[in-house]
């Protein structure tokens, strides 16, 4: 069973930056993937990133174009089994739920998963607001 816990979300102002964290625990694996999702206010949750541990590579979401994937960064302390999103330049349509989840297998699974926003361990989510 792998716990989750967010934090490090909250209220900004447009142009502003958050690092929201991701502290993992109850599990060993080393071909595990830990990824970002968010949600908005009457939209459905969508991928924003994702980490693969083995390679240490990374993913963006390819439905967010380059001017978005620029302000985001992913990126894991395994020493501290924490998952890190960095967001930058912080903009209102950015509003939203924020989830961290987990799951492990090779690569081309937690690509798949992460398309189809099926990955397995989930946590509570932190909230990320931002005005104009």
């Known amino acids: 069973q792998v716990q989750l816990v967010e934090s490090g979300g909250g209220s900004v102002q447009a142009g502003g930056s958050l690092r929201l964290s991701c502290e993992a625990s109850?599990?060993?694996?080393?071909?595990?993937?830990m990824a970002w999702f968010r949600q908005a206010p009457g939209k459905e949750r969508d991928g924003v990133a994702f980490?693969?541990?083995?390679?240490?590579?990374?993913?963006?979401?390819?439905s967010y174009p380059d001017s978005v994937k620029e302000r985001f960064t992913i990126s894991r302390d395994n020493a501290k089994n924490t998952l890190y999103l960095q967001i930058n330049n912080l903009k209102p349509e950015d509003t939203a739920m924020y989830y961290c989840?987990?799951?492990?297998?090779?690569?081309?699974?937690?690509?798949?998963?992460?398309?189809?926003?099926?990955?397995?361990?989930w946590g509570q989510g932190t909230q990320v607001t931002v005005s104009s």
């Open positions: 980490i693969y541990t083995a390679a240490g590579s990374t993913y963006y979401a390819d």
């Open positions: 109850g599990y060993t694996r080393s071909s595990d993937c």
């Open positions: 989840a987990w799951d492990f297998g090779p690569l081309y699974s937690c690509r798949r998963k992460f398309d189809t926003i099926a990955f397995g361990s």
